[in-house]
């Protein structure tokens, strides 16, 4: 479990369709490291299976066609070719297999002019807690409090949901490179943090 109490399970769940998965590991496309969450309508369909969307303007589908049975990341503007037209384009794809779960995702990268293997890319199963405990700081005590899950549009924070405590602090994850971490920060900082993408932190 991370700081704030998020878990990843490597296992398939007992459906075999885990309703959100964390995708990690990229380098050349950061923006495809995050939360993705699954869309089962008939809209969100595609090849017979649910697809999974990120925040950020991006899906993961099944691609079942013959030396490409496997799952990819693609734009949301792909999603009528994936669905109707039955083309897999891709900015991403993981190994072989109908499992979404798992490692060794490739990435399209821009520099090399080609798919490049991550041996450290990873999609897991995401499940989050409803609170969490912050103990130990001394400096700044008032961090040591009870943290309550908020996971509406006006709390959240990089894709993910923040944890907030009555003296008005909250913690939220900072994605970017060299910083992937959660952090903890005052009220007046959630907009920052949310609409300019701002990392400040008293605590991390």
Excluded at 83 to 112: M, T
Excluded at 153 to 162: D, F, G, K, P
Aim: aromatic share 16%.
């Amino acid at each position: 479990a991370s700081l704030g109490g998020l878990e990843t399970k490597d296992s398939e769940s007992l459906s075999g369709i885990p309703d959100r998965v964390m995708l990690q590991g990229f380098k050349s496309q950061t923006l495809l490291n995050t939360i993705y969450t699954k869309r089962d309508g008939l809209l969100y369909t595609v090849n017979g299976k649910a697809t999974y969307w990120a925040d950020e303007g991006f899906f993961m589908y099944w691609c079942p066609f013959t030396g490409f049975e496997r799952w990819q990341i693609a734009s949301d503007a792909e999603l009528p070719k994936a669905r109707d037209s039955k083309i897999c384009n891709w900015n991403a794809f993981g190994p072989s297999g109908e499992f979404v779960l798992g490692s060794g995702w490739s990435e399209w990268d821009a520099a090399a002019n080609s798919a490049v293997g991550r041996a450290d890319s990873k999609v897991s199963a995401y499940e989050s807690m409803d609170s969490l405990t912050a103990a130990g700081f001394i400096s700044q005590a008032h961090l040591n409090a009870v943290y309550t899950r908020k996971d509406d549009l006006e709390h959240m924070v990089n894709s993910e949901a923040t944890y907030w405590s009555d003296a008005f602090c909250f913690m939220y994850w900072c994605p970017f490179t060299g910083f992937e971490r959660w952090q903890i920060t005052c009220e007046s900082e959630l907009q920052n943090a949310r609409d300019k993408k701002m990392c400040s932190f008293n605590a991390f």
